[in-house]
């Protein structure tokens, strides 16, 4: 149920009814509320706002449905600024895009639009898709084109790491045998020689000094391709700042302005000019030179007294200043135009020279990063190469210590070391290519699921107009059926692009006695009736029951009272409430009837369709 507070709405100075569920009729005579109630619903809804919306008279208003069971409470309030009226508030369509299906496929009084084109004759299409428009399709096409572009990237990747993951688990097992063969020698090479506990320290503590070494090594290497990296990217910047030229140009601000005061001052010489002689154009063209001047009329020309000088003058000596006026103007205009385009000029000069500025500004920051980053980098390097000499000569040392029967246990020993690093590597990559390629099916999934989503983004337009020319014929079918017109059937004709296959208009063809007729032949009731049917046809495409509860019928004049009946009986299953205006003589709906007596009209107003 719903519970209306109105105040200053069309013809309604205030009222509190009452809507419930199913079919509510509005029943009265002219002048006595029924299409201002119906005014307030829309505009509570979310509808649209002109100026007489608002009480004529009135400075503001405002309605307010609430809903006792949820306790929800919705209200628009109207403020008048001289012929404008403004909205504000909460409305229970808080979205466009419904608030726009509710005006064509809902709101069914005169002046709905499908109802009006169909009176008219005119196209249909651009009515039963506008709300298509609002859904901004081209621009979800591109987002998701963009992230399917993004996931095919991620799973091209992972397909090249599922390849290099077998590749790099033969490498793994290769080196595993290797160093299980490694570890195998040293073994039995320790075994033959019974060495003491010192010699045996000594090969361990030689054993740390290599692997030691072989990593500092190993961040050398990282280290000098590094520096090369960044002299690279310092050459490339060098050579982009060297060819970057920032054009000298004066500070074209204050030429600018004073350009643009130039422009004010021929505008509003212009203006003067323009009030004058259309001034007095307007009194030589319409023959009211009388009302401004004495005339002396002669036979050769009519002498006059300017009523701005009081000098005597004719008509053809005003009309030869009109006409100095009007080259004034057209000069002052060629003028402002000139200057309207070097102030355009001017002012892309100085972006464009703000632009380059910024460009150099940004590449010698980049620049001094680069330099900065690689006598960081050089100086690592430098703390690198005496540490790896450093490494290298306690490597030796300890070498040398060893007595020569262990210089096969040396080698044994550095290709252990270097194995295991190597293996350490490896195992590190195959881990990080495991994860990539675990992904492939979560990526191709997605890039299927976008796939199907742009598709029927795509396809939305053309399945929304089947499904309207689909529940026109079935409505159309019950219509027939139901009120006996005197045509036999209406259709809307699907005109399609051959060449892309996109409809570009739907035709309203309807056929009396196997021939096709125009809504001009038909009564005021049928072309009523198809008018509904086409707006009926739009609320069921768009699934506008789903959003907006409710169907408001008004303006039906053109139908009997039987007819009335009939459709009232024929819409109340396609939403909650149903609210439709009716005159006494229609007689009693199985509903709820809404009187009069539930609101105060303007004193002395006829409404303009009450």
Known sequence: MWNLEISNIAGIRDGAPTVKPGVNAVQASNWQGKTSLLTALRTVMGGSITPTTLTDGA????????????????????????????????????????????????????????????????????????????????????????????????????????????????????????????RADLDELDGDTADSSEQAERREELTRARREREQVNQRVNRLERKIESLESQIEDTETELADLTVPASPDHAETVERKQAELRELEAEIETLEALYNVTNRVLDEGQLDLVADIDRRIDSDRLTCWACGSETT????????????????????QRASLRSTVSDLQSKQREAEQTRRRKQSLEADLDDLRTNLVDSREELAAARDELADRTERVEELEEQVAETD????????????????LATLRDEKEQLAERADRREQLEERIS????????????????????????????????????????????????????????QLELVIARDGREISVDALSEGEVELIGLIAALAGHEAFDVAEDVPCILIDDLGGLASEHLHTLVTYLEARTEYLVTTAYPEAGEFDGHVLSPDDWDVVSDRVEQSA
């Open 59 to 182: 400075t503001e208003g405002h309605v307010r449905l609430s809903e006792p069971d949820s306790e929800q409470e919705y209200e628009r309030r109207l403020e008048r600024n001289g012929t404008t009226v403004t909205a504000h508030g909460q409305p229970y369509l808080a979205d466009e895009q419904r608030q726009k299906a509710a005006e064509l496929f809902a709101f069914l009084d005169e002046r709905n639009e499908v109802r009006t084109a169909v009176r008219e004759g005119a196209d249909l299409t651009p009515h039963l898709i506008e709300p298509l428009k609002r859904e901004d399709i081209d621009g979800q096409i591109a987002a998701l084109k963009a992230e399917r572009e993004t996931v095919e990237s991620e799973l091209d990747s992972a397909q090249t790491a599922a390849t290099e993951l077998s590749e790099k688990t033969a490498a793994i097992s290769r080196l595993e045998a290797e160093l299980s063969e490694l």
């Open 407 to 422: 210089d096969r246990r040396k080698s044994l020993e550095q290709e252990i070391a270097r194995t295991e690093t190597e």
């Open 315 to 334: 008509r053809e000596e005003m009309e030869e200043q009109i006409d100095g006026l009007s080259d004034a103007i057209t000069s002052r205009r060629e």
């Open 449 to 504: 699921d976008l796939t199907a989503e742009i598709e029927s983004l795509r396809s939305r337009r053309e399945r929304v107009i089947r499904t309207a020319r689909s529940a026109f014929d079935e409505a159309l079918a019950d219509i027939v059926t139901k009120f006996n017109p005197s045509f036999e059937s209406a259709r809307l004709d699907n005109h399609v692009d051959p060449e892309t296959g996109r409809t570009e």
